[in-house]
C-alpha cells in the first residue's frame, strides 16, 4: 500500500530535548516536505526536499533542521524545542512537481 | 505574492443540505488549484483538483470549477452526509513542490 509513515503520532517533550520525527514513504517520491498545523493558519511549510541531499526553506523554518540521506526517509530534527513549536506536523511527498501531495498522519507534539 | 483566501468556519449544516466553501486565490500565472480534505485524526488528502481555468474538479460528489475572471475555486456539494464531517483546505502549488495552504474550514454535518 502507498502510504507516508511518521513517527511518533505523540509526542511530549521539554524545553531544550533534542528530538526527530521521522517520516518514511514508499512511493519512490523525490519531493518530500514539512509542515505544522496551527488553528487559524492552515498548513505551513517548514523545509522541502527535492532530492536526496537537495533540501530548501520553506516558510517557517527557524528552530528545525532536516536531512536527506535517501530518497525515501526525511526526518524532521528539532535541536532545543521551545513551547511556540508545540503543533500538529505532517510529513507529505509527491512523485513531480506541482502535483498532488501524500500525506502522513502526522505527529502531535507538546513541549512544556 | 501568490496566496489562497478560504472562508472561515465552522460551517455546520444539517444532512443534504447545499454546500459551499469559498475559496479565492492570487497567483501568477495559471497554476493548478486543489482541494484537500482532512477528517478527524488523519492527515490531509486530496479531493479534487483543476488544472486550467474553467475546469472542473469532481469526486465524491463535491465540485469546485476553477475560475480565472473571479480568481474562484469555490468547493460545492449538493447534498452533505454526515460522513462529510472534516476540515477542508484550498491549495496552489508554486515553486515545484511548495504549496499554499487556505486556513481551513470546518464542516459539521448534523443527522
Known amino acids: 500500500e502507498a502510504q507516508v509513515t511518521q513517527n511518533p503520532r505523540y509526542l511530549i517533550t521539554v524545553t531544550g530535548k533534542k528530538l526527530t520525527v521521522t517520516c518514511s514513504q514508499n512511493?519512490?517520491?523525490?519531493?518530500m516536505s514539512w509542515y505544522r498545523q496551527d488553528p487559524g493558519l492552515g498548513l505551513r511549510q517548514i523545509y522541502y526536499?527535492?532530492?536526496?541531499?537537495?533540501?530548501d526553506k520553506g516558510d517557517v523554518p527557524e528552530g528545525y533542521k532536516v536531512s536527506r540521506k535517501e530518497k525515501r526517509n526525511f526526518p524532521l530534527i528539532l535541536e532545543s524545542p521551545s513551547p511556540n513549536q508545540t503543533s500538529l506536523y505532517f510529513c507529505?511527498?509527491?512523485?513531480?512537481?506541482?502535483?498532488?501531495?501524500?500525506f502522513g498522519s502526522g505527529t502531535q507534539l507538546s513541549v512544556l | 505574492g501568490d496566496s489562497v483566501t478560504q472562508m472561515e468556519g465552522p460551517v455546520t449544516l444539517s444532512e443534504e443540505a447545499f454546500l459551499t466553501i469559498n475559496c479565492t486565490y492570487t497567483?501568477?500565472?495559471?497554476?493548478?488549484l486543489f482541494w484537500y480534505v482532512q477528517y478527524p485524526g488523519e492527515g490531509l488528502q486530496l479531493l479534487l483538483k483543476?488544472?486550467?481555468?474553467?475546469d472542473k474538479g469532481s469526486n465524491k460528489g463535491f465540485e469546485a470549477t476553477y475560475r480565472k475572471e473571479t480568481t474562484s475555486f469555490h468547493l460545492e456539494k449538493g447534498s452533505v452526509q454526515v460522513s462529510d464531517s472534516a476540515v477542508y483546505f484550498c491549495a496552489l502549488p508554486y515553486n515545484f513542490n511548495k504549496f499554499y495552504f487556505g486556513s481551513g474550514t470546518k464542516l459539521n454535518v448534523k443527522p
Open positions: 526536499s527535492m532530492n536526496v541531499e537537495v533540501t
Open positions: 512511493m519512490n517520491h523525490e519531493y
Open positions: 507529505a511527498s509527491s512523485g513531480s512537481a506541482y502535483e498532488k501531495l501524500f
Open positions: 483543476a488544472t486550467k481555468a474553467d
Open positions: 497567483a501568477t500565472g495559471y497554476p493548478s
